[in-house]
């Protein structure tokens, strides 16, 4: 459709003045308007934009009605709360809520009976969405998606505690920006699309930026070297996304990432942890033209760790040694039992099934919570539309002692020419209290409608 779009642009415009390359511009509001996206992803304008912003993840709960709210999320230091009743439901949803009310809450942080949100609702970021793409947001939950009766869960936040929602406006004059985003004359049209939904719609921030005492994020955009630069995020490290070169993606290339961003795996590794839902619900829905505007974003962004670190070459020492049954090296023998039947004796996984260790960013980020978390827990299954569906990783929670994960663990992060700290027992035995025995098997790519 849009390719017709084009030749008929070029038709008129070679009656006018010949048609060459620069007879079709791009329109300026490009980067600010998903309404185009949204049509070659073939959803409506505001769906799309509901997609970006991942809605569902936070306002469902698996066994519930889509935007019923409900999912229990902490408040550092405070307490927790549960996410709203999102459907236009008039009683217990936000089906009195006028665009300028709406409008306020995303960008503001402010409800229609004016009590000031905690930041767990990313409004920060989404204050940089343009006014087209809320409009049609708000039109979506209006028209499209099921009104829910329910009404909201009491946060667990005692009273006096709860009061630091009053100081939250002096918290948003402190810390945020609250105009929509603005495109950079200076970069191309891909580079500012990408910049928009990452900083935007996207959220990435509310993960992979590090938060600083006030649990503000350190950078809002790319003028900051913290923004995107990894964080931890219940027991999951969201690892850097800037160009670092073993621990980010400086060896990825822009296909890479709109490979895994459309699909949840490429060559280097599969998405796991609280990334799962990232992909199942928002970035698989993504046009190509978006994946692509995303990756364009993201590798423009400098190193910041690792600004003269050495390149992660492949070394076979260890596979020769589980190869010829040498199991010397502390968690080698397990790695050879439990692991290499999916990840390899070579560390090089069964691309797309099974992801690589060897060279895999995550294996080499100084943060090694994410591998104890998964090594303990597992991970849900990615699920994309574009496929293949990738097989889920198995929990050792019972079957591997704390000392046991942590050598297994300090294995892959010194083996195959890594070079990544080792991981202490004390570490593991500290996640293992703090995330929840029961697994939660559910695979879930949450329904929208
Ligand atoms: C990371 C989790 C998260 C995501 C993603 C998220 N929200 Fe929220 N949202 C929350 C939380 C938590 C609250 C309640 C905050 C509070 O009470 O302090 C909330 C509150 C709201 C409110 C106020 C509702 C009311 O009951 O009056 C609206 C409106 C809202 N969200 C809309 C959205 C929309 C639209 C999106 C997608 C573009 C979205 N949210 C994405 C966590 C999230
Ligand atoms: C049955 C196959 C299987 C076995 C056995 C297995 N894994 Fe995995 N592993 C996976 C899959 C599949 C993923 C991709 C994440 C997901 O979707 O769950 C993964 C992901 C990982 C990752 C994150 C890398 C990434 O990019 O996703 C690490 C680290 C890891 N496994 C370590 C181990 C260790 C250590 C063991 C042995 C104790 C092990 N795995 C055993 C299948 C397996
Ligand atoms: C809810 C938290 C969360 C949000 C929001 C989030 N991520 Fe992630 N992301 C993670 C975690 C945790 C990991 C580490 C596990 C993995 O590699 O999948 C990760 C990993 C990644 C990776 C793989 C990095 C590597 O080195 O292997 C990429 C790329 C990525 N995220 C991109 C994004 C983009 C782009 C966005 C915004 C659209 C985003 N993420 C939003 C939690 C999040």
Redesign the pocket.
């Known amino acids: 459709m849009e390719y017709r779009k084009l030749l008929a642009a070029c038709f008129v415009s070679v009656i006018a003045t010949g048609c060459d390359s620069g007879a079709v511009t791009t329109e300026s509001t490009f980067a600010t308007d998903s309404a185009a996206q949204a049509a070659a992803a073939g959803i409506s304008h505001g769906e799309y934009?509901?997609r970006l912003?991942?809605?569902v993840?936070?306002?469902s709960i698996p066994e519930g009605e889509p935007f019923a709210g409900g999912l229990k999320?902490a408040v550092p230091m405070l307490g927790n709360?549960y996410?709203?009743?999102?459907t236009p439901d008039p009683a217990t949803g936000?089906g009195n809520?006028s665009f300028d009310e709406?409008d306020s809450?995303?960008r503001f942080g402010v409800?229609?009976?004016g009590h000031r949100?905690?930041p767990?609702?990313?409004y920060p970021s989404?204050a940089k969405m343009s006014e087209q793409d809320m409009h049609a947001?708000y039109d979506f939950?209006m028209n499209e998606v099921e009104p829910v009766n329910l009404a909201?869960q009491a946060?667990d936040i005692p009273g006096w505690k709860d009061n630091a929602?009053l100081v939250m406006g002096i918290w948003n004059f402190l810390n945020m920006d609250s105009d929509p985003f603005e495109a950079d004359p200076n970069q191309n049209d891909d580079w500012n699309r990408g910049a928009y939904l990452t900083q935007g719609?996207g959220?990435c921030g509310?993960c992979h930026t590090p938060r600083g005492l006030m649990m503000q994020e350190k950078g809002l955009d790319e003028s900051d070297s913290s923004f995107l630069s990894g964080a931890p995020l219940d027991h999951w490290n969201a690892s850097s996304l800037n160009g670092d070169i073993n621990s980010g993606l400086g060896r990825w290339s822009e296909d890479d990432l709109a490979e895994f961003l459309g699909t949840g795996h490429n060559r280097f590794g599969t998405a796991f942890g609280t990334m799962v839902e990232v992909v199942n619900n928002s970035t698989q829905y993504m046009s190509e033209t978006d994946l692509n505007a995303m990756a364009v974003y993201l590798k423009s962004l400098p190193p910041v760790a690792e600004v003269n670190a050495s390149v992660w070459g492949y070394d076979n020492t260890e596979t020769e040694a589980l190869l010829g049954l040498n199991f010397s090296e502390a968690g080698s023998q397990d790695y050879y039992e439990y692991c290499s039947n999916c990840h390899g004796t070579d560390g090089m996984g069964y691309y797309p099934y099974q992801p690589p260790l060897a060279g895999n960013p995550v294996i080499m980020d100084a943060d090694p919570s994410s591998l104890i978390n998964l090594t303990l827990n597992g991970s849900l299954r990615v699920i994309s539309a574009q496929g293949p569906d990738v097989n889920d990783m198995p929990y050792f929670r019972q079957l591997l002692s704390d000392e046991e994960i942590a050598d297994v663990i300090t294995y892959i992060r010194s083996s195959w020419g890594h070079d990544a700290s080792a991981v202490s027992t004390a570490q593991v035995s500290e996640i293992r209290e703090a995330t929840d025995p029961t697994r939660n098997d559910d695979i879930y790519v949450l329904r929208m409608k």
């Open positions: 934009v509901a912003g991942n809605c993840a936070c306002h999320m709360l996410t709203t009743n999102i936000i809520y709406f809450a995303m409800t229609k009976d949100m905690y767990a609702m990313p989404y947001l939950f909201n946060s929602r719609p959220h509310a």
